[in-house]
């Protein structure tokens, strides 16, 4: 089973950019492709995952896990992020044992949401 890595490439962390510079969301993304995305990790860029005032973030996900948003990030940390996305590849539920995690990861989590559970059909 596939697991997502989003990293949120629009992001600015706060600071101003002039013309043409390239936002430090961007620039965790091209770090993190250069440290080396984990077997069976996708890496998705996406526009926004609404954590602005946390500086830079990352989401993880896969169907029947846990979910996490991490922020507080930037490209110094993209060895931390790819070790983290192995770490929880490696987990059939996505909960990582605390001490496996990177420090980034125990200290910088934004959010931890649960499973998507389907629901029965209602009775008709």
């Not at 962390?13 to 965790?28: D, F, H, M, S, W």
């Not at 909960?95 to 499973?115: C, G, H």
Request: glycine share 10%.
């Amino acid at each position: 089973m596939t697991v997502t890595l989003h990293v949120c490439i629009t992001c600015r962390a706060g600071q101003t950019l002039g013309e043409g510079e390239v936002t430090p969301g961007k620039r965790l993304h091209g770090a993190i492709l250069e440290a080396g995305v984990p077997d069976g990790v996708k890496l998705i860029p996406v526009e926004c995952l609404s954590a602005c005032s946390q500086g830079c973030s990352v989401a993880l996900s896969a169907p029947g896990r846990w979910s996490y948003v991490y922020g507080r990030l930037s490209d110094a940390n993209a060895q931390d992020v790819v070790a983290g996305a192995a770490a929880y590849a490696a987990a059939p539920d996505g909960l990582v044992p605390w001490r496996s995690r990177p420090e980034i990861f125990r200290k910088q989590s934004l959010a931890r949401i649960p499973p998507i559970v389907a629901l029965p059909e209602a009775a008709e």
